[in-house]
């Protein structure tokens, strides 16, 4: 596909599409499901409110309404995204994807009073409606969750002035993604035969990939100068983001949006400390990568947009779908005979959408809900970067498989803190295959260094973005303004701290901050690194064929969230609250180093 002129959604086969029949069979079907459900969001509202502590049967019976309609509303989102992201052209699915947001926040709204009116029931009464009905007993830990939420649930009035205010919250996260997706268009440039090449945020990486270095510095100021054309717009956007977030986690009585964003997700605020402690401490170890990569780029110095592209050259790791099907498979063998055929799964039943079409959304994710398949976006390419992005996206698929087949629905889902555990753990079984079966020198070099790659974006990288966006919202908290001037200031120099004297930090990487949708998503990449660091450590549990290491996975991926997320992860087997994950991970890093430098000294 990767060779081949782009096609038009019609003329993908349908053994290469996601089965989105699954879901809804047409387009009358979801009309038809969303008319009554949100017939049956206004009929909860009405025969549910005032009466949750009437009796144990009255609060059994809300609960399994409120829970029938977090599924179906489940299903009518995952259509509508699936659809629309099939072809962002279709304005007709485009405005279905409108009208299922515009459901979502009614069922919000029309749900604003059923957590504060369930937190005023005293919890000995709750305990007694427990043992009046044991159908109850399976909502303890949600009722141990809330009763710690509790001091942080508004009434319900304070409930439903938050539910309205997150649609004026949120002009901050859209204006940034339709200005940075739809209305920024960046310079073209020149190529290697004086012909034009366009510049666009999907191609932009590709660019910085370019082994001729004109391009890549073309692409690269192309790119920041015009972001740093308008980034006193962007800083108020972003400076609208934090702010918003802070009055939201004020509301709700935290002191800080950090203590509000992870305090929600039940994870100690020093697993965030020590992360960034941890990684701060081992920057040696990615200077040591930057020198090596200078050295064998042969450059005297390092610019920032000599960062992507290959450092090994003429190495070919093409990987045909089909082939790549049964690579993975063999990958992930050590996990066992039911993870295995949970795979195989996946692709006989039309969990993946394989090839780029004209419209398609780019890129690559695992989405679905409790009551569909866990779908899977891909846009193919040949590529060992396909591959690795299949494996990735198959984790986070059979993890929700999984949760939803094992767990009811109020504790079948995953928090985003464990969301990268599953995903980066198959990556790290597909390297370990990849690397015992490969005898060519070159490629052996490529794939370690494809392994460093994941190391520095996914725990360095996001270590410093996690680094800088706690910095903003410190600055705004304790008085201070964010302006572009005090933005871009500290960007810069976080991006010298961690990448070193080896690299030039030049002015314009000061602006890389405003093309980062990640400082819109509230304490989120944090979790990218932790994610990969817990994955490391369980992935070599698993390879060194400890006992009981799989089972303990496969456990850990059938749990939802029934137990706090840091106590899921320690039943597996890695224990986040100590620094030595991510030390492991460090570990790694420096061991792999060590084997790319051995090999290179080869004669």
Known sequence: MSQEEVKKRSEIQPESKWDVESV???????????????????????QVKGKIAQSAAELTDALAFR???????GKIYVYARLKMDEDATNSFYQSLFEKAEKLRISFNKHLSFFEPELLAVETKQLQVFMNEDERLQGYRTYFDVLQMKKEHILTEEGEQLLSRLQEPFGVATNAFTLFSNADLKFPAITGENGESLSVTQGRFVTLLSNPNRKIRKQAYESVYNTYKQFSNTLAALLSGEVKGKSFTASMRGFARAREAALKTNQIPERVYDQLVETVNEHLPLLHRYMRLRKKLLGLEQLEMYDLYVPIIKDTDLP????EAKETLIEAVKPLGEEYVSIVKKGFEEGWVDIYENEGKRSGAYSSGSYATKPFILMNWQDTHDSLSTLAHEFGHSVHSYYTRKYQPSVYGYYTIFLAEV?????????????????SDKNKKLYLLNQYLEGIRTTVFRQTMFAEF??????????????????????YHKLNKKYYGEDVHSDELISYEWARIPHFYMNYYVYQYATGYSAAQALSKQVLSGEDSAADRFITFLKSGISDKPIELLRKAGVDMETKQPVEDTMTVFEETLNQMEALLGEE
Not at 422 to 438: F, G
Not at 470 to 486: A, I, N, P
Request: aromatic share 14%; no cysteine.
């Open 469 to 490: 966006e706690h910095f903003l919202y410190k600055q705004y908290e304790s008085g201070g303004t964010l302006t572009q001037e005090t933005i871009s200031n500290e």
């Open 319 to 322: 990987f045909r779908y089909d």
């Open 67 to 73: 829970d029938q309609l977090s599924v179906d509303l």
């Open 422 to 438: 599953a995903s980066t753990l198959n990556e790290a079984l597909l390297h370990d295959y990849l690397i015992k079966r490969e």
């Open 24 to 46: 809804f069979i047409d387009d009358e079907a979801w009309h038809k499901a969303s008319q009554e459900f949100q017939i049956k969001v206004e009929t909860f509202e009405q």
